[in-house]
T-cell receptor, first 115, second 116 residues
Framework: DVKVTQSSRYLVKRTGEKVFLECVQD?????MFWYRQDPGLGLRLIYF???????EKGDIPEGYSVSREKKERFSLILESASTNQTSMYLC??????????????FGDGTRLSIL | AQKITQTQPGMFVQEKEAVTLDCTYD???????LFWYKQPSSGEMIFLIY??????QNATEGRYSLNFQKARKSANLVISASQLGDSAMYFC?????????????FGKGTKLTVNP
């Protein structure tokens, strides 16, 4: 079974802090994704990466950056946390070049509160 | 614009009955895929079922089936014989390809409550 592990289930940080959210997958997947989930808005894509050191902006990249130094690890960085970044963050991964019916596999999510 | 619309913020169903969760999509692509995910209160996203745009048969996976009507651009999820454990958020998503990579566009979700 694919395992996508997010480093924290719950995180509380202060406004202005630099925040790191870590995601690790154990299945050698090329594609990795960071989503943000807010009530009534569904999931929105922040950034994705289709290979080591490669990254692409998603729909809401402002205020975020990412790092992919190793294939299995994809980090989301809040450069200067603000209260409007309080949210649930979900990481996902998927193997490249497989049949289209193969889904993205998600971690359990990190509930981040910015005070 | 490529988007997914789920018009039912919340749905209620009696245990053992069937329920349909609505999903409509908008895309100009000829090749696309539609996914349904379940998210229990614990937060993890669980993949349920997939329908490709060229699939002629409606997808089925156990108690889950997808009522795919391409001309209407709808991909409704049907859950048969509802169980208490089906209470969760349900998200419809569309796969879009972008260059050599892909992304999913999600709807806002439907909260399903199964009553005993």
């Amino acid at each position: 079974d694919v395992k996508v592990t997010q480093s924290s289930r719950y995180l509380v940080k202060r406004t202005g802090e630099k925040v790191f959210l870590e995601c690790v997958q154990d299945m050698d997947h090329e594609n990795m994704f960071w989503y943000r989930q807010d009530p009534g808005l569904g999931l929105r894509l922040i950034y994705f990466s289709y290979d080591v050191k490669m990254k692409e902006k998603g729909d809401i990249p402002e205020g975020y950056s990412v790092s992919r130094e190793k294939k299995e690890r994809f980090s989301l960085i809040l450069e200067s946390a603000s209260t409007n970044q309080t949210s649930m963050y979900l990481c996902a991964s998927r193997l490249s070049g497989v049949p289209y019916n193969q889904p993205q596999h998600f971690g359990d999510g990190t509930r981040l509160s910015i005070l | 614009a490529q988007k997914i619309t789920q018009t039912q913020p919340g749905m209620f169903v009696q245990e053992k009955e069937a329920v349909t969760l609505d999903c409509t999509y908008d895309t100009s692509d000829q090749s696309y895929g539609l996914f349904w995910y379940k998210q229990p209160s614990s937060g993890e996203m669980i993949f349920l079922i997939y329908q490709g745009s060229y699939d002629e048969q409606n997808a089925t996976e156990g108690r889950y089936s997808l009522n795919f009507q391409k001309a209407r651009k709808s991909a409704n999820l049907v859950i048969s014989a509802s169980q208490l454990g089906d209470s969760a958020m349900y998200f419809c998503a569309m796969r879009l390809t972008q260059g050599g990579s892909e992304k999913l566009v999600f709807g806002k979700g439907t909260k399903l409550t199964v009553n005993p």
